[in-house]
């Protein structure tokens, strides 16, 4: 099978749903000729003109307030937020207005919009262009959340997501538009809620989101040369949350750790843990564990930043204190 | 066409905007009375005396035309082509709301009829009725969207972002600025430096400010910038100076320590929407004091049956709470 | 058809609405707009409009009433009627401040001044000195009186026209928000009243109503689950073990105690579990060793022997002495089989010797120590079974579970050899269930 990179994937995903439907549109800032900082939609504007491709001035919450309304009066707009920390900017129109529309009209108003935009730290971008935010938008009911974790998975979620009738967020690790992966050429979908299992074990469950799934795996590795086995999971959407995937996992090992790039508290791998304690306490041999990327905004220094965001070393480390029953917190 | 046949349509025209006016007041007069005999939960906020904008815009719309609305919705929702029993279910919570009573007063929409909506963020609907507009062109039509919002909205950074996408893109929507003196328990001087108009103007936008009571004249500048916005020529500004004769919502009783009893007074009396519009047609030979007196009278009737409907009307299911989260997913949390 | 003036919803908190006075009276015309009385919200005053034109009737509230939101407190209709009966002590539980004491004048009738409400914090004022006297015409604005508030000093008008007939506290007092204070009459008062708030007795003030009123007075303090807090350190009751160990022991049968016997370090884990089932097998036996046997059997059989020969033979617990010694005595015992019957429920005990070699009739406790066996009666209790240490001897402890009896003997293996113990439960048990046989 081919394979071709998560920027290339997306790319496709984004060309083939607008030759598909002529109401599907891009929005956003530098999305036209520049095909955005990251160059994933080089070539679009050629092929759809700048009337389906529109470059935006820098107005955020302009823009988006401009993406509801056009979703909810017949078009499909997918709206390029340049980096995962301007979701703060879009809050109101986001979580506010696309979010509860639907529910506040009893039903009567669609917003079938897709937010594009992008997590991950480690590229010295400091604070306020490294963060990962879908923790935010994953406690907001109304939207739909998804972390591709590859190439495989941009392309798949985000055809999904174009033809999803309600708000989805996809966040792509800007740290992975250059990774491969095998892509099939014939169309395929992937559903939201649906989780994958990567790597089947039966000591313990790694579940990883977005580039923590490759954290995972390599983890996975590491521990298989100790002769522990390691299940990797990834969930591919925050919401709706693949539960009963997770649970069958944590049942069959009956240790879980839950690795995902938000900040460890308050987030992702709170909420994951959260719901294996409730739905299979009686078959935990330990309790599940969270790893998140460290409660302090991300640092510039490269000394620093990579400290603050789980490794595979880190993730081996931990699976090995947990396989081995030891007191992981005092009784 | 002859002139006799041209004066009835122009005259089914009056007197179609003279009943709607009526029709908002009288809704807002029964909205408060079940507010204030505790009958409605939640806030409302009342339109009385700004009839005119509301019917004098709608009136030069299609049906398919979008409008956005406000916290003070009402006026918008009933000159858009709403009927009194599917609002009064909303506003108290009702299945048969417009919105299954999941919305209420500050949300109201009726997508039949092209309300997109009304918003409680103030300015909170600008960008949907800027995005309305570019569906529209996008899809071809030349459907037109108008983008109520208050003189306090002039406050909010949203707006500018989305009349400088609007002109840059020629988008054909119509933002229209309901100046009625006050923000909230702030006078518009105080919260608005500078020109209302001049900030569309500032981003190349036709602006234009007229009196916001006289209902012709309103409808009259509307129904040229819409036609014009339907050949591309838009985006455009109207600030329209009008006045609300409650308080910023029902409850704000006591108003005197912002604005004075004589001010409110000289409003009703002597710049009434409606009543001026009346002595117009009266005069005018349009409808005698008789009609006037009658259609009024069937409307307070039409709203009294109306509010006894749905006050016994039925609320919505337990079960629904958790429905219409998402599209296509019945209920959310099975 | 009456319109209904009703106390109106006044703002996002707000449940009820103070009157502050009346613009209009009973009978008197008015016109729709009218401003018929004013109310006090938690932020100011507004004034109320009438909503008809006609004429006021039925005015069932006056100033100073605290009236709910919603409630009809008059009517405008198309005649003026009447003034209304008086009222009921329970519809107006307000108006009459009770004078408890009987020496206090009576209060004269009119327009009530109140203590208002001065500031958002405020929830009383000092009265710093009244403008008026006892007798004195006011016009309604007039100033009255002056109180002290956080900031200043304000004065406030009579808001009535008529004459003062009672002013009912003096300079200095402090009056919570809401209180009378003073009676404006429409007529010069024959007797005009001066009371300070001392000499009204306490339930002069008008506390039931206000918001600020005192809790229910049987305010227990939340009762809290008398939950045993865990043990901080993986000693004493607590078994520090995951959940998926503990119920896969639970499953299995295993004691986790073994673990700790073992010295293997908390907390368990599943793995541990395989260490427990490795160790050394040891008979299910209680702490010390004591083991169990159990048997049932059911009640009719003796029940109707002690019916029958009621009156012949001794209590049901000197016959299971006599068939517990004799089924040991059967299993091998020698003479001399001493028994002693507890009644744990009634604190008695009773030792019989060798009650199997005499005539039942005739069994009866005398002196003696070193039991053998030891009879434990809980036939009149509700314990269905049990199984306990076993004491000096082996104890038989006799239970009613339903219709049978339970026997259940803890011996442990120096006293009795696991055969002899069966035979021995056995042998009562038979006897138990065919009494008659024991005679033969």
């Known amino acids: ?331 | 066409m002859s002139p006799a046949r041209k004066k009835k349509t122009n005259t089914e025209d009056y007197m179609r905007m003279y009943r709607q006016m009526v029709r908002i007041r009288t809704f807002e007069d029964n909205a408060n009375q079940l507010y204030l005999s505790a009958k409605m939960p939640g806030l409302t906020h009342m339109y009385s005396g700004e009839e005119a904008v509301a019917v004098g815009i709608c009136d030069a719309l299609k049906t398919t035309d979008k409008i956005t609305s406000t916290h003070r919705g009402h006026g918008h929702c009933v000159a858009k082509g709403a009927e009194f029993k599917q609002m009064f279910c909303e506003l108290l919570g009702k299945e048969e709301g417009y919105c299954r009573g999941k919305g209420g007063s500050m949300h109201i929409a009726d997508q039949s009829h092209g309300n997109l909506g009304a918003n409680a963020i103030v300015g909170g609907s600008m960008g949907i009725a800027t995005g309305a507009a570019l569906s529209a062109r996008m899809l071809g039509s030349d459907d037109v969207t108008v983008c109520f919002f208050g003189d306090g909205a002039t406050a909010q950074g949203l707006m500018y972002e989305v009349m400088n996408m609007a002109a840059l893109w020629k988008l054909p929507v119509i933002y229209v600025c309901e100046n009625n003196g006050y923000s909230e328990y702030t006078a518009t001087a105080e919260i608005a430096a500078g020109s209302i108009t001049a900030r569309a103007e500032a981003f190349g936008i036709e602006a234009h400010q007229i009196d916001g009571q006289d209902v012709l004249g309103v409808n009259a500048l509307t129904q040229k910038l819409v036609e014009r916005c339907r050949k591309g020529e838009g985006p455009f500004f109207m600030e329209l100076m009008t006045y609300r004769y409650h308080g910023h919502h029902v409850g704000d009783i006591n108003r005197e320590y912002y604005r004075s009893k004589q001010e409110e007074r000289d409003w009703k009396e002597n710049r009434d929407p409606i009543i001026r519009f009346r002595s117009w047609l009266v005069a005018e030979g349009i409808a005698t004091e008789d009609e006037i007196e009658a259609m009024n009278a069937e409307i307070k009737k039409d709203a009294a049956e109306a509010v006894e409907y749905a006050l016994s009307a039925k609320y919505p299911v337990p079960s629904e709470v958790d429905m219409h989260v998402f599209a296509d997913v019945a209920h959310v949390l099975a | 058809m009456p319109h209904e003036v009703i106390m109106p919803a006044l703002g996002m908190a707000q449940d009820s609405g103070l009157i502050v006075a009346w613009h209009k009276n009973q009978g008197d015309a008015v016109s729709m707009g009218d401003t018929l009385f004013e109310v006090e919200t938690d932020k100011a005053t507004m004034e109320v409009e009438a909503q008809a034109s006609g004429f006021l009737n039925r005015v069932s509230r006056q100033a100073g009433d605290d009236v709910p939101v919603g409630e009809v407190i008059a009517v405008i209709g198309d005649s003026a009627e009447a003034a209304p009966p008086e009222q009921t002590p329970k519809e107006m539980p307000k108006e009459m401040p009770e004078n408890i004491d009987p020496a206090a004048p009576e209060m004269p009738k009119g327009a009530e001044v109140i203590m208002p409400a001065l500031g958002m914090a405020q929830d009383s004022g000092v009265i710093v000195a009244w403008h008026k006297s006892p007798g004195d015409a006011a016009a309604s604005s007039d100033v009255l009186f002056e109180v002290e508030t956080d900031k200043s000093t304000v004065e406030v008008e009579a808001g009535h026209d008529g004459y003062v007939a009672a002013l009912l506290a003096e300079p200095g007092d402090e009056v919570p928000v809401g209180d009378v204070i003073a009676v404006i009459s429409a007529t010069k008062p024959e007797t005009p009243v001066q009371l300070s708030r001392q000499s009204q007795g306490p339930s002069a003030s008008r506390s039931a109503e206000t918001p600020a009123a005192a809790p229910a007075p049987s305010s227990e303090p939340a009762a809290s689950p008398q939950v045993a807090k865990p043990a901080a350190m993986a000693t004493g009751d607590r078994i520090l073990v995951s959940p998926k160990a503990r119920r896969l022991a639970l499953e299995q049968g295993l004691d986790l105690k073994g673990l700790i016997e073992a010295g293997i370090p908390q907390p368990f884990h599943v793995a541990d579990l395989e260490m427990l089932r490795s160790l050394p097998a040891k008979t299910a036996t209680g702490p010390s060793g004591t083991q169990n046997v159990l048997a049932r059997v059911s009640v009719t059989g003796f029940s109707d022997f002690f019916d029958r020969f009621d009156g012949q033979i001794p209590t049901p617990g000197a016959v299971w002495a006599a068939f517990a010694a004799a089924s040991l005595r059967s299993a091998g015992s020698r003479s001399d089989i001493v028994v002693r019957l507890d009644t744990p429920l009634l604190g008695s005990s009773a030792f019989f010797v060798d009650p199997d070699l005499v005539p039942l009739s005739r069994i009866a406790p005398c002196e003696a120590d070193a039991p053998q066996i030891v009879l434990r009666d809980l036939t009149a209790s509700r314990i269905t079974g049990l199984t306990l240490v076993a004491d000096d001897a082996p104890v038989l402890t006799v239970s009613r579970d339903g219709t049978d009896y339970v026997l259940s003997l803890d011996f442990t293996e120096a006293q009795l050899a696991a055969n002899a113990a069966i035979r021995l439960v056995e042998g009562v048990a038979a006897r138990l269930g065919e009494p008659l046989r024991h005679l033969l």
């Open chain 1, 1 to 331: 099978m081919r394979e071709i990179t998560l920027s290339q994937a997306v790319n496709e995903a984004l060309a083939e749903e607008m030759r598909r439907d002529e109401t599907v549109f891009i929005i956003g800032e530098d999305v036209a000729e520049a095909g955005t900082p990251f160059k994933v939609l080089s070539g679009l504007v050629e092929e759809f003109g700048t009337q389906r491709v529109i470059d935006t001035p820098i107005s955020e919450p302009g823009f988006m307030g401009l993406a509801v309304g056009a979703a909810m009066t017949g078009t499909r707009p997918v709206v390029d937020l340049m980096f995962g920390d301007f979701l703060f900017l879009v809050m109101d129109q986001l979580c506010n207005q696309a979010a509860k529309i639907h529910y506040m009209s009893g039903g009567k108003l669609n917003v079938p919009l897709v937010v594009r935009t992008n997590l991950g730290a480690t590229r010295r971008s400091a604070a306020q262009h490294s963060q990962s935010l879908h923790a935010l938008v994953a406690h907001i009911p109304g939207l739909k959340v998804a972390l591709p974790s590859s190439a495989y998975e941009a392309k798949g979620l985000m055809k999904t997501a174009i033809r999803d009738n309600n708000p989805v967020v996809i966040f792509e690790d800007k740290l992975m538009y250059n990774d491969k992966a095998p892509v099939p050429e014939e169309e395929y979908l992937i559903p939201l809620g649906e989780a994958n299992v990567l790597r089947e074990g039966s000591d313990i469950t790694l579940i990883g989101t977005s580039s923590m799934v490759q954290v995972c795996q390599k983890a996975a590795g590491l521990l298989a040369h100790e002769r522990i086995s390691a299940e990797v999971i990834d969930p591919r959407t925050i919401v709706p949350l693949d539960e009963a995937a997770l649970l069958k996992s944590a049942k069959k090992t009956s240790r879980v750790i839950v690795v995902d790039e938000g900040h460890q508290s308050f987030g992702i791998t709170g909420e994951i843990a959260s719901r294996i304690n409730e739905k299979a306490f009686y078959h935990l041999d330990g309790p599940v564990l969270r790893m998140g990327a460290m409660d302090v905004p991300v640092p510039f220094s490269p000394a620093l930043e990579d400290l603050t965001v789980p490794t595979p070393e880190g993730v081996a480390e931990k699976a090995r204190k947990l396989v081995a029953g030891e007191m992981i917190h005092a009784a």
